[in-house]
C-alpha cells in the first residue's frame, strides 16, 4: 500500500457524516467552528510550507463556503510569513456568510484582498484548491467546469484543501471534471470517497488533519473500513512442522473454453502460490496439454462433457474458483450448476458472472468478483452508473446476489452484507488480461485453507494488489498478470 495511504486510519466516515457530527462534537468540546476553521488553515498552511518551501508566489482560490474560509485562513498565515499570496474568490461581489466571512474580513484585516476569479490570474508558483470542498451535489455549472479545466491547464502545483473541487465526498465521482492536485490534506476524519472510483487520479498525496474534532468522531461506528494486508497476518501464520497437503485445502479451478488455457492456469497457480496444498483444473481437453507444461504442479481434467464424474470431483473440493476463460457455452452453464450444486466455497468470476447476471439467484457460500463491466450486467444498469457511486453499487450486488462481493477496481470495495471494506491497493498495471483470473486464485486458495470468505476476500484483494504494487516497482506499462506471482508467495508468509 502506497506510504500516504497507510498512514490514514482504519476507520473512514463518508463526508455527509462528518458534516453532520462536526457542530455536535464542537458543541460537545465546548469549540466555537471558527476554531476548527482556524485550525484547518493552519494545518493546510503547515503542509504546503513543508512540501513546498520554495513557493514563494501562491494563489489561493476560494469558493463561498467553509471550504474556501479554510483558504482565506491559510492565505492570512502564509502572507504573514512572507509568501506573496493572492485570493480568486467566486463571485466577490456578494458577501460571505458565517464562519467563511469570519476568515474572509481577517484576511482583509491583515492587508490582504481578492481578485474575482473570472477574471486573468497572476503568475504564481503553487495553487490552492478551496473552491468546492465535499458538499458538492449533482453535475457542476459551466462556470465551475470551466475554472477546474482552467486550473488543470496550469499545470501547477495544486494543493487540495478537504477533497480536490469536482469530486463527490460520498461516492468519489468527478462531476464530471475535478481539479487534479498533486496533494490534498482533508479534515476531521478520512473519507472513503477519496480512495475509490475518479478520486485516486486526482488527490494526489493524501494526509488526514484530524483537527480538535478527530478523536471524538473516531469513537464513531465508521461507514467503511479500510482493510490492509496487515489486518490478516494472524491468518497466515506459520504452518505446523507436522503438516501436510491434505491440511491446506484442495482447489478445483473450473474454466477455459479452448484458446483460453492461460486463465485457468493462472487461476490454478495463484491458488498454489497463496498455498493451497492441492490444485485441480477442470478444462476442455485440449487445453491440458499447454497447462501442465508450463507448471507440472497442477493436477488436470478435461472434460468434453459435464457429467456427474464431474460433479463427483467438485465433492472433493475445499473451494472452486469459477469462471476463468470459461465462456458461455452449455459446457459453462452445467459447470456453473455443478459448481452451484456442490455446496462448497465457491469464487465467481468472469464469464461465470455474466451467466449469473442471465439467471440470477442468492447464495451465502460464494464470493463474487466483478469489474465494473459485470457488476453493470448483475444489476442491469450502465457502467457508468456503478462507477458513479461505487459504493451503493456493491451494496446493491450484495443484497441481490447474497455472500460476499468484491467490486474491483481503483479503491476496491468488498461487502459482506454487514461490512463494507475498502483497500486502496493496486496500480494501472493491473490492467491487463489475465490480473483476474490471478485474484479468483488468490481467493480460493485462502478459502480452501479455511479463511472465511470475507476475510478470504479482503485479505485476498490486499495480497493481489499489494503483489501488483511490488511488480511495478520495474514499471506499470508492459507489467504481466504472472509477474505478480513471485510476490503472491512472499506477501503469504508474512
Request: one cysteine or more; charged letters at 20%.
Amino acid at each position: 500500500m502506497r506510504a500516504d495511504l497507510a498512514l490514514l486510519p482504519a476507520h473512514l466516515y463518508d463526508a455527509d457524516h462528518i458534516r453532520t457530527r462536526e457542530p455536535q462534537i464542537a458543541a460537545q468540546l465546548s469549540l466555537e467552528l471558527y476554531q476548527v476553521m482556524e485550525a484547518a488553515g493552519a494545518a493546510a498552511w503547515q503542509c504546503l510550507e513543508a512540501r513546498w518551501p520554495e513557493a514563494s508566489r501562491l494563489l489561493v482560490i476560494c469558493g463561498r463556503g467553509n471550504n474556501g474560509g479554510d483558504g482565506y485562513v491559510l492565505a492570512r498565515l502564509a502572507q504573514a510569513a512572507g509568501r506573496t499570496v493572492w485570493v480568486a474568490q467566486a463571485e466577490p461581489e456578494r458577501p460571505l456568510s458565517g464562519d467563511a466571512a469570519e476568515a474572509q474580513h481577517r484576511f482583509f484585516d491583515a492587508g490582504g484582498s481578492v481578485v474575482d476569479l473570472a477574471e486573468t490570474w497572476p503568475q504564481v508558483d503553487l495553487l490552492v484548491d478551496g473552491l468546492l470542498g465535499t458538499g458538492l451535489a449533482g453535475e457542476l455549472s459551466e462556470e465551475m467546469v470551466s475554472v477546474i479545466e482552467r486550473i488543470n491547464d496550469l499545470r501547477l502545483p495544486v494543493l487540495a484543501l478537504d477533497i480536490p473541487s469536482g469530486i463527490a465526498g460520498n461516492t468519489g465521482q468527478a462531476c464530471p471534471v475535478a481539479v487534479k492536485a498533486d496533494a490534498t490534506l482533508t479534515f476531521v476524519g478520512a473519507k472513503p470517497g477519496l480512495l475509490t472510483g475518479a478520486a485516486p487520479a486526482h488527490i494526489g498525496e493524501l494526509a488526514l488533519a484530524p483537527l480538535q474534532l478527530g478523536a471524538v468522531l473516531a469513537e464513531d461506528q465508521p461507514q467503511v473500513r479500510k482493510c490492509a494486508l496487515e489486518d490478516y497476518h494472524d491468518y497466515l501464520g506459520p504452518r505446523r512442522i507436522d503438516s501436510h497437503k491434505g491440511d491446506h485445502g484442495h482447489v478445483v479451478i473450473l474454466g477455459g473454453q479452448p484458446g483460453m488455457a492461460g486463465a485457468v492456469r493462472l487461476a490454478g497457480e495463484a491458488a498454489l502460490r497463496t498455498g493451497a496444498g492441492l490444485v485441480s483444473v477442470v478444462s476442455r481437453p485440449e487445453n491440458l496439454a499447454q497447462i501442465q507444461a508450463g507448471r507440472p504442479e497442477l493436477m488436470t481434467k478435461g472434460v468434453e462433457i459435464v457429467d456427474m464424474e464431474v460433479y463427483a470431483q467438485l465433492g472433493w473440493a475445499h473451494a472452486i474458483a469459477l469462471g476463468p476463460g470459461m465462456g458461455q457455452s452449455d459446457w459453462a452453464r452445467h459447470l456453473l450448476i455443478g459448481a452451484v450444486k456442490s455446496e462448497r466455497p465457491l469464487v465467481v468470476d468472469a464469464d461465470a458472472l455474466n451467466m449469473l447476471a442471465r439467471d440470477p439467484q442468492r447464495l451465502d457460500h460464494w464470493v463474487l468478483t466483478p469489474h465494473p463491466g459485470e457488476a453493470a450486467r448483475l444489476l442491469g444498469c450502465s457502467t457508468e452508473e456503478v462507477q458513479a457511486d461505487r459504493f451503493a453499487a456493491v451494496r446493491a450486488l450484495q443484497q441481490r446476489y447474497g455472500g460476499v462481493v468484491v467490486l474491483k477496481g481503483a479503491g476496491t470495495l468488498i461487502d459482506d452484507g454487514e461490512t463494507l471494506y475498502l483497500a486502496p491497493v493496486g496500480n494501472p498495471g493491473l490492467a491487463t488480461g489475465g490480473s483476474g483470473d490471478l485474484l479468483s486464485g488468490i481467493i480460493a486458495g485462502l478459502l480452501a485453507q479455511g479463511l472465511p470468505p470475507v476475510v478470504a476476500a479482503c485479505c485476498g484483494v490486499c495480497v493481489h494488489g499489494e503483489a501488483a504494487d511490488e511488480a511495478a516497482v520495474q514499471g506499470e506499462r508492459g507489467m504481466l498478470a504472472s509477474d505478480l506471482l513471485p510476490h503472491i508467495r512472499r506477501l503469504v508468509n508474512p
